[in-house]
């Protein structure tokens, strides 16, 4: 049975999933039991047309929500009308890949497979709003999370299975998808709750998140020995906020902020001291 690796893309990412997601995928991965497919939430003709023509299925689908909560309802939808055995769910608006990783739908097929953060990042406490859930349910996920490792939801694998009954649990979290990182927040929950295969972090290099060095030559993305990392992330909720400029696929790509990282990680040193130095202030 054939794999599947499904992505997301509205008209303003539309270009970048064309032109370097979908060029690097194609370049580096082997895809000869693998399809394509992208959740279509608005992209325009001539970027419909050069998916298709480059053999992506594309599955029309409603952005009645944030994109990255409604398309795990639209991934549901999609497997319930394909017949497929593993599943990659990746974003397709910052993520680049540079080398073969075909091998890891073959791997640990009975679980959900993904990357650990190696920064915390006070993401859902303080830097996002908290509308999607009742404020109960909110704070029992919340207090199962603390202390964990936060999943990075921007590459997770999976069986068909098990992604068809992703939705029906993120109904039962939440009340609204609204707001940006909902689904990080819900897919930790789930993953921690029922089980997951902790994936090397080269499978899902998020920069902002990761402490380990990296080096840019010539476009390339090289880790701390050297060797090309697979899948890069230029994750952030703003291209101010990302760590890298012009990130794309390609020798003239992918130039290195120096000041927005230091910027962003010593802000995040600063909140984690103060929710620490405020817990222990509560418990004394």
Not at 128 to 156: A, C, H, I, W
Not at 239 to 251: D, V
């Amino acid at each position: 049975m054939k794999h599947v690796i499904i992505t997301s893309s509205d008209e303003k990412y539309g270009d970048f999933l064309v032109e370097h997601w979908l060029r690097s995928l194609r370049a580096n991965v082997k895809l000869d039991n693998i399809d394509i497919a992208v959740l279509d939430y608005g992209l325009s003709d001539t970027q419909r047309e050069r998916l298709t023509s480059a053999g992506v299925l594309l599955c029309t689908a409603r952005p009645d929500g944030n994109i990255t909560n409604v398309r795990y309802r639209d991934i549901s939808d999609f497997l319930t009308r394909h017949d497929y055995d593993q599943v990659l769910s990746v974003d397709g608006g910052d993520i680049i890949f540079q080398s073969d990783i075909s091998h890891l739908f073959d791997q640990h097929k009975d679980t959900f497979r993904a990357v650990c953060e190696e920064r915390e990042i006070p993401f859902h406490d303080v830097l996002l709003p908290q509308t999607d859930m009742q404020r109960e349910r909110y704070e029992e996920v919340f207090s199962f999370l603390k202390g964990k490792p936060t999943v990075n939801g921007g590459v997770v694998l999976g069986s068909a299975e098990r992604f068809k009954g992703l939705w029906n649990f993120f109904e039962q979290q939440c009340h609204n998808f609204d707001v940006f990182g909902t689904d990080q927040l819900v897919m930790n929950y789930l993953l921690y709750k029922t089980g997951f295969t902790r994936l090397d972090k080269k499978y899902n290099f998020a920069i902002v998140a990761m402490k380990t060095r990296f080096l840019v030559d010539s476009g390339v993305f090289y880790d701390e020995h050297g060797e090309v990392i697979p899948i890069v992330h230029n994750a952030g909720m703003r291209s101010l906020t990302r760590c890298i400029k012009n990130f794309g696929y390609g020798k003239q790509c992918n130039k290195r902020k120096w000041l927005i990282p230091f910027l962003l990680h010593t802000l995040f040193a600063l909140i984690n001291t103060f929710k620490t130095l405020r817990h222990q202030s509560q418990n004394s």
